[in-house]
């Protein structure tokens, strides 16, 4: 119960102020800030709100860029549309290869497609290239495996290249565990 009475103080205290926050002059000022401009002569108040001044500011910088990209897009698309227009059909002269952007039918599409992107024969090859560097090492993989179970068949030491005085200490702790092995028959 000691809990309770601590909780009850605060409250007491703030019961003696309620009665200061309920007085007319103070509801007033509550419900209503108003600020008087020009003194007493007529009706000039400024209601006190608070700022809106990040949204307005916000408000201003997305039409600012919204409208920035969206009328050089919009000029440049009916520009695309009403004077160039899209592509018309049309036979291939004999030994012409036509390039890879010329199939597009849209003018805008052929200039994402010749600038922007990359050929399909060029994704072919890239993908082409990944495969082939994939199993470049798998294969290098795979030797490693062979030259690891050919070293432990062969009760090996493991090196990649020759190294005398490391292989002489190998040789003769291969040779004590070898004597080992004998003297306990197994």
């Known amino acids: 119960m000691v809990g309770w009475s601590r909780l009850l103080t605060p409250s007491a205290k703030f019961a003696n ?14 419900q209503q800030q108003l600020r008087r401009m020009g003194g007493d002569h007529g009706h000039h108040h400024m209601t006190i709100k608070p700022s809106r001044f990040q949204w307005d500011k916000f408000k201003d910088l997305m039409h600012f860029y919204v409208m920035l990209g969206l009328i050089p897009v919009t000029g440049l698309v009916l520009y695309a549309n009403i004077f160039v227009g899209p592509a018309q059909l ?5 030994g012409y290869e036509p390039k890879h952007w010329e199939y597009e039918k849209h003018p805008i599409s052929r200039f994402i497609s010749r600038y922007l992107l990359n050929s399909e024969q060029q994704n072919y090859e890239k993908s082409l290239h990944y495969l082939f560097e994939e199993n470049e090492k798998a294969q290098i993989r795979l030797l490693e495996d062979q030259v690891r179970r050919k070293m432990s068949e062969r009760n090996d030491y493991q090196a990649y290249y020759y190294r ?6 190998h040789r003769v702790s291969k040779e004590a565990a070898d004597e080992l092995e004998a003297l306990r028959g197994d």
Do not use: D, G, M
Not at 164 to 169: L, M
């Open 17 to 30: 102020f309620r009665a200061v926050l309920q007085t007319p002059a103070c509801r007033n000022a509550l």
């Open 90 to 94: 049309a036979e291939i002269p004999e």
């Open 164 to 169: 005398p005085s490391v292989a002489k200490y």
